[in-house]
Nanobody, 125 residues
Framework: QVRLVQSGGGLVQAGGSLRLSCAAS????????IGWFHQAPGKEREFVAG????????DYADSVKGRFTISRDNAKNTVYLQMDNLKPEDTAVYYC??????????????????WGQGTQVTVSS
């Protein structure tokens, strides 16, 4: 069992920045791949970024590449999503998740077993 607790988020103007945190605990959590997803009202949950605990590998959706940065602090068991140059279309509930996907399914919602509680990010124009 892996537990993920999120913090951060809120309201920001377009062009601003926010940082989300995802603190992990539980059995062998560092064997899992951590992803960030977002879900806007009426839309499906979508992959945003992913990172491994034990390698420098990171992955980003095209829509956030160059604006968002995923990172981890192994000492704090925490994964971060730094979001810069935010746009109104980034408005959504953001979730972190843990799973063990294969490379081809690394962005699939169904590949992740454990989820954080979600946090709202609202970007005003």
């Amino acid at each position: 069992q892996v537990r993920l607790v999120q913090s951060g988020g809120g309201l920001v103007q377009a062009g601003g920045s926010l940082r989300l945190s995802c603190a992990a605990s539980g059995r062998a959590f560092n064997n899992y791949y951590i992803g960030w997803f977002h879900q806007a009202p009426g839309k499906e949950r979508e992959f945003v970024a992913g990172i491994m605990w034990s390698s420098p590998y990171t992955d980003y959706a095209d829509s956030v590449k160059g604006r968002f940065t995923i990172s981890r602090d192994n000492a704090k068991n925490t994964v971060y999503l730094q979001m810069d140059n935010l746009k109104p279309e980034d408005t959504a509930v953001y979730y972190c998740a843990a799973g063990r996907p294969g490379y081809s399914s690394r962005r699939a919602v169904d590949s992740f077993d454990y989820w954080g509680q979600g946090t709202q990010v609202t970007v005003s124009s």
